[in-house]
């Protein structure tokens, strides 16, 4: 894959850094990372972190080095960045359909474990004949909707029939439960959130009543995120997590108001943009539309108090101040840091992740899944 030049080197000072750059500020970052493995370690549940978040193989390394099984992801071609970066064991929490792309599944689980999600007889048809044309096994969970309205399948006697499906092949292996409530991730309050999980806990359980009577058994209940990890960590259903964004955060997540008891992780990525336009009322980065994503709105300015990021063009990201903001101290030339509204498809913009301590350049990572669309 061709990728741009770095935008720093192991090093430079934090100001010397090209930009619009991202960077990761490695204090904030570590923290994130052994937060939740401790919170996952006392709670008795497995770490499988998203890597869609980072899309990177040196943190999946570092995910894994603090405990987790493995990673998960969204598509096939990520997934293939991690095997390839020196991930044993990842799950595809996503319904692949496609003859090309079943292939690469059954290639790749020659090299690793790969699991896969389904909510359709057809995928498990097509994921078996890949497997058995490859002398592969693959490992494939059932997807519930459990208030997503997304993917999933909805009847618990839907779940049976698939596990019957996929238990027929002999290179297809049954092994758990899909249960991930994106949509409960952004619930403002911690109420909210919490209703939406009991939903998705009376799926589950209503689902698992069904496979006791088909004498089925099911060993992992597998879902959870960055803002709802406690809940189902407390549940007695589900015994793996999925959390991703805890590792950088974002303005978006900063929006959530937390249970008294939930760990408060720190923003750890940002865009680093230069001031390359200053007039009166106005400062104009050069970070645009490029180089963040706006679906969650607008980024942040923790380094202009007071200002805030009024609108956004192709290249240019345009601040104006509050009416009782403080003049800032900036000039042309001058780097500003901002927190982007979404980190995943922030992160898929950049080829690199420029980490960070004390204004020290400390290490520069390829975003290895970077444009893993298919």
Known sequence: MATQPAPAATGMRVDEIDTPALIVELDAFEYNLRAMAEAAQAAGMRMRPNAKTHKCAEIAKRQVALGAVGVCCQKVAE??????GGIADVLITNEVVGAAKVRRIATLAKRATIGVCVD???????????AAEAGAEIAVYVELDVGGNRCGVSAPKEAVALVRQISAHPALHFAGLQAYHGRAQHLREPDERARAVAHAQRAVNECLAAFVAAGIGCERITGAGTGTYMLESGSGVWNELQVGSYVFMDADYGRNRLAPAAIRFRHSLFVLAT?????DGRLVLDA???????????????????????????????????????PLPVEIGTKLRLIPGHCDPTVNLYDWLVAVRGGIVEAVWPVDGRGALS
């Open 79 to 84: 997934a293939e960045a991690m095997v390839d």
């Open 275 to 279: 001031v390359m336009s200053v007039s």
């Open 288 to 326: 645009g539309l490029k180089a963040y994503s706006v679906d969650s709105g607008l980024p942040q300015a923790p380094d202009a108090p007071g200002w805030q990021f009024a609108r956004a063009a192709d290249e240019h990201g345009v601040l104006t101040p509050a009416s009782s903001a403080p």
């Open 120 to 130: 359709h007889p057809l995928q498990v048809d097509q994921l078996a004949l890949a």
